[in-house]
């Protein structure tokens, strides 16, 4: 056990998170020269054509050092503040943190969210300082930057090039030298956590674990503490490239266990493992429940496969344990699910995963973040749906969430990023230069107006130089009203928004325009209205196709005519009838297109 050592790679997203760690297992003969690929730990399709981590991967290393060979446990983690959830449960299997900053780009917002998540957990950081084969990398100003930061000495930063392999021995050495081999008793009573898992159609569920305690071996009765279920231990190992059985794996080790469970929801992320005979009194400490930033409807295209959307989202939470859901019903959409997001990426690739995994064919109703109604007689209610809104006369008082802002950008897009932040109902609290270009602003905001687009346009008015973290702080009174779609004369629930009083008028408005644009055009008009409660606001109408229009879109025009079939090739579309109006996935998320 004293030549273990776990750690995870921590970064703001494009760092060189991914990159760096393929030169680590390159250089650590992990993987073989011809069996390299860039990125090669992000093995999921979406993960590769996106270039981004979404899920932490896990794998093993071995390591000579001053003549003895080390185990390296090496957790690769996503970047993305959507994804911080799974960058904590990584750090609680560890030790140490490499802290990754791009030389040319300095310390953006999630590295220091990420750092405050591994101090938190008391982990030893390791500061590098990537990408240095850059000519306009600029290490003196970013080595200042990280010193201010964790307050280490200039000599404690490595440089290297995940691009051209500098560096990567002295960080080997480094894991070796300075982050703490794992304690724990192989003798005493077995607790391992689960910090992820897997669904694998062949071979079942596989968990992943870290030992904090004890030893487990092949055949064990074990027994998951949560849930109180027993199982045979029927095949543990070691995340190599790929699976490694072992005999026997003990205290301070990472692996994996394949043990017959079928059911996905007897899997818990942050449960603990222990034997059957001899249990130990206590469960580690679990993980701090997720809180969802955005919640949706799914619901199957196909009404019938309702049945099987909810399994696939069970299997799908194996692996993404920040996804939350419960049934619900929506009039126009029939049967679905209300689904908590951390933020909207996050709801994409839940969407994607949902597709492309389960192949499931799903429509994502409009986002909204969760409100508080306090009714007339003081009563609580969470609002996690507009159709779940009571009616203005039972209700006192609403509630919005509110976050804390860190945006950090160079000088001269102080003001109009202090603009923006004012339109969206922002509040400053703070402005302080980390060096003379570099300045980190704090706002509080409401979550509502940030969650959607925010991001997009402080990289249009900053032309990509800022970067933005943000967290719950909690809710305050706000003046906000329920604005209701009716298609030709019929309320579409799943359409529905809660907007603040002051914006609604202009929201109602282009609201109906943008859905004109995106309702495809039938046989017949369709009127599109916005109400708030009984009174009218909007009104468009998207005009009735004619005939030789038909002919001319369908017939005409070749090339239409074979993206159209093409489309169709792809699978299901992603559309649903409500009344005689057919509605597609774009027009529910018609709200995210506005302004
Ligand atoms: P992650 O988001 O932190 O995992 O970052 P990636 O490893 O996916 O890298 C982001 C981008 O930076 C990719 O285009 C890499 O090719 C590039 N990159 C990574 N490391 C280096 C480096 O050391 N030097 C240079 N020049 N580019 C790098
Ligand atoms: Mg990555």
Redesign the pocket.
Known sequence: MKNIRNFCII?H????????ADRLLEFTSTVAKRDMQ??LLDNMDLERER???IKSHAIQMQFPYKGEIYTLNLI?TP?HVDFSYEVSRSIAACEGALL?VDASQGIEAQTISNLYLAIGADLEIIPVL??I??PHAMPEEVTDEIVDLIGCKPEDILH?????GIGIEAILNAICDRIPAPKGDPQAPLQALIFDSVYNSYRGIEVLFRIKNGTMRKGDKVKFMATGKEYGADEIGILGLNQEPRQEMSAGNVGYLISGIKEAREVKVGDTITHVNRPTPDAIQGFADVKPMVFAGIYPVETTEYEELRSSMEKLQLNDASLVWEPETSVALGFGFRCGFLGMLHMEIVQERLEREFNMTVITTVPSVQFHAIGTKDQMLTINAPSEMPEPNLIKLIEEPFIKAQIITASEYVGPIITLCMEKRGIIKGQSYLTSERVELSFELPLSEIVFDFFDKLKTISRGYASLDYELIGFREADMVKLDVMLNGEKVDALSAIVHRSKSYDWGRRLCEKLRELLPRQMFDIAIQASIGQKIIARETVKALRKNVIAKCYGGDISRKRKLLEKQKEGKKRMRSVGSVEIPQEAFLAVLKID
């Open positions: 970064a997203i494009d760092h060189g998170k991914s990159t760096l860039a990125q270039g981004i981590t690769d970047g990754i990537n990408k084969d850059l290297a090039s995940g691009k051209t």
